[in-house]
């Protein structure tokens, strides 16, 4: 195990690393509920509406923790929790791709705001001025 990994383990297993890595999982469950209230919408409703918006926020985090989780539970050698935790990355990841129809703030105020940023980007005002 490489010595960077090693110290990550380390970490993880002190009460810091301990909270971390509980506010990652607690974070994952919220996406995960999320998803299931979207399920059991009613198809246009405000509350499908705002699961989906939620969980479509919470996705990427959600993956990046349990990915996380993952390999420092490989590095550690518990091998069940390393197969619970690929199914519920996997699982988060297939909902995250298969609702994609759906309608969320994503789709209309987000996607504007990704125009804006790109615009912002491509005109260089993002960028720091040249000194002198």
Known sequence: MSPGLQAAVLFAGSLPGHILMSLGQALVVVCLCFDFVRAVSVPRSRSR???NTWFRTLALPS??????SVLLDAASGS????TAGVFVMVAVIFRWHH?????SWWKGK???LGRWLRN??????LVAPATA
Do not use: C, Q
């Open 49 to 51: 509406y705002v699961a």
């Open 63 to 68: 993956i990046l923790a349990m990915a996380f």
């Open 79 to 82: 091998w069940p929790e390393v």
């Open 99 to 103: 609702g994609s129809d759906e309608d």
């Open 110 to 112: 987000g996607k504007a």
């Open 120 to 125: 912002r980007a491509a005109s260089g005002s």
